[in-house]
């Protein structure tokens, strides 16, 4: 099964930007849907974006529409989510996995999972 490599966290100051990218080895996302979530200390994981890879039909939650955007650079098998607008309440580990398509992705059934990256947005 493919491995997911997360990378990009940091430190950023409220209304900075980070970008998280998350890199397959081992193996190739081929057609599947490749997402992000992400889980702060306490709380329950949450979705933040998914993108399909055969198409580029992509999927956000409420919570980040018109600050994140997800994109995929296929010869190169990673997956990018640009945060924008950072708000301190998008501190979390965030993680991405691999599922069969978006709707297996939207319901929980996953394929892998990558090794989190930490966000940490301060005000």
């Known amino acids: 099964e493919v491995q997911l490599q997360a990378s990009g966290g940091g430190l950023a100051q409220e209304g900075g930007s980070l970008r998280l990218s998350c890199a397959a080895s081992?193996?190739?996302?081929?057609?599947?849907?490749v997402g992000w979530f992400r889980q702060a200390p306490g709380k329950e994981r949450e979705r933040v974006s998914f993108?399909?890879?055969?198409?580029?039909?992509?999927y956000y939650e409420d919570s980040v529409k018109g600050r994140f955007t997800i994109s995929s650079d296929n010869p190169k098998n990673t997956v990018y989510l640009q945060m924008a607008n950072l708000k301190p309440e998008d501190t979390s580990v965030y993680y991405c996995?691999?599922?069969?398509?978006?709707?297996?992705?939207?319901?929980?059934?996953?394929?892998?999972w990558g090794q989190g990256t930490q966000v940490t947005v301060s005000s």
């Open positions: 996995a691999v599922a069969y398509d978006l709707i297996a992705m939207l319901g929980g059934a996953l394929n892998a």
């Open positions: 081992g193996g190739t996302f081929d057609d599947r849907a």
């Open positions: 993108i399909s890879i055969s198409d580029g039909e992509s």
